[in-house]
C-alpha cells in the first residue's frame, strides 16, 4: 500500500512515480488517498498510467476536489475506488 499525504501536484510527481514504481507489478497496488488535502491533474495523470500496468485500488474517500476532477475528465469510473482496506484487498 502506497499513502499519499497532504498534497500532490507536480513538485511531488517523482516521489509518488518512485513510490509506486517500488512495489512489483505482479502485486496489487492499494493506493490511500484518504489523507490527500488536493491534488491536481498530475496525481491524475500518475493513477491513469499506474491502472494501465496493474492492479490498482484507490483507498477512499477521495477529497472532493479530486473527486470533481476525475467526473468532469470522465475517468471516476475508470478506477476501483474502494470503502475500506478489506475491500481494497479482495479478489
Given at each position: 500500500m ?5 498534497e ?6 517523482p ?28 496525481l ?5 498510467r ?10 477512499g ?11 468532469v ?6 478506477f476501483h475506488v ?6 481494497a484487498?479482495?479478489?
Open positions: 502506497v499513502a499519499v499525504i497532504g500532490m501536484d507536480v513538485e511531488y510527481e516521489d509518488i512515480e518512485l513510490a509506486l514504481e517500488a512495489t512489483p507489478l505482479t502485486l496489487r497496488l492499494v493506493l490511500d488517498l484518504t489523507r490527500l488535502e488536493f491534488a491536481d491533474s498530475t491524475l495523470n500518475v493513477l491513469i499506474a491502472h494501465r500496468r496493474r492492479d490498482l485500488r484507490i483507498l474517500p477521495m477529497p472532493a476536489q479530486l473527486r470533481e476532477l476525475m467526473r475528465t470522465g475517468t471516476l469510473g475508470y474502494c470503502d475500506s482496506l478489506e475491500e484487498c479482495a479478489p
